[in-house]
């Protein structure tokens, strides 16, 4: 059973930082692109920030510089490492896994709250 189990969530304060931590089992995430996303409420679910396989990243404008995503594939982990929040960055994040090739799996986390004050 393929399972994405998000984590390091929590409520920091405007400036502060959060590592979010991504733990899969049931597949290798090396192979699938992984993608952390998140969803204010009101909001449509948006791409925050993704890393392949080969380990190309890419970010949202409203993240880059703030933001960074990493592998550790010793540990089938993928983390996002947050700084400098600022409120509006509070939301739900959700961890993504897709692979490319057929059959494109596709796998969701159940999400971590990360919630900003100001």
């Known amino acids: 059973q393929v399972q994405l189990v998000e984590s390091g969530g929590g409520l920091v304060q405007a400036g502060g930082s959060l590592r979010l931590s991504c733990a899969a089992s049931?597949?290798?995430?090396?192979?699938?692109?992984i993608s952390w996303y998140r969803q204010a409420p009101g909001k449509q679910r948006g791409l925050v920030a993704e890393?392949?396989?080969?380990?190309?990243?890419n970010y949202a404008v409203a993240v880059k510089g703030r933001f960074t995503i990493s592998r550790d594939n010793a540990k089938n982990t993928v983390y996002l490492q947050t700084n400098a929040l600022k409120p509006e960055d509070t939301a739900v994040y959700y961890c993504?896994?897709?692979?490319?090739?057929?059959?494109?799996?596709?796998?969701w986390g159940q999400g971590t709250q990360v919630t900003v004050s100001s």
């Open positions: 890393i392949t396989s080969g380990g190309t990243t």
């Open positions: 049931g597949l290798t995430l090396n192979n699938y692109v």
């Open positions: 993504n896994a897709f692979l490319v090739t057929a059959p494109k799996y596709n796998y």
